[in-house]
Nanobody
């Protein structure tokens, strides 16, 4: 069982940066692939980024490639999402997710956090 708690969301202006954190419970965090998803009002939840257990493999949605960076610190049971050059269309609730493989975390995560709101004003 893994529990995920996101933090770091907030209200920023277009062009600003934010770093989201996701703290995971459990001693097996380092064995999980981790991901970030987001859901804007009236839209379906969408994949944002994923990272494998070692941090060696990363995937990004085309909409965030070059602006967002996913990373992890296995010693601190934490995964991060550094978001730069934010745009109003990045406004959404951002969710952390975990699964046994990077393929699964992109499609059918086993665990979800509660989400953190990111609002980007123009």
């Amino acid at each position: 069982q893994v529990q995920l708690v996101e933090s770091g969301g907030g209200l920023v202006q277009a062009g600003d940066s934010l770093r989201l954190s996701c703290a995971a419970s459990g001693r097996t965090f380092s064995s999980y692939a981790m991901g970030w998803f987001r859901q804007a009002p009236g839209k379906e939840r969408e994949f944002v980024a994923a990272i494998n257990w070692a941090g060696a493999v990363r995937y990004y949605a085309d909409s965030v490639k070059g602006r967002f960076t996913i990373s992890r610190d296995n010693a601190k049971n934490t995964v991060f999402l550094q978001m730069n050059s934010l745009k109003p269309e990045d406004t959404a609730v951002y969710y952390c997710a975990a699964a046994s493989s990077i393929g699964d975390v992109r499609s059918t995560p086993d665990y979800w956090g509660q989400g953190t709101q990111v609002t980007v004003s123009s």
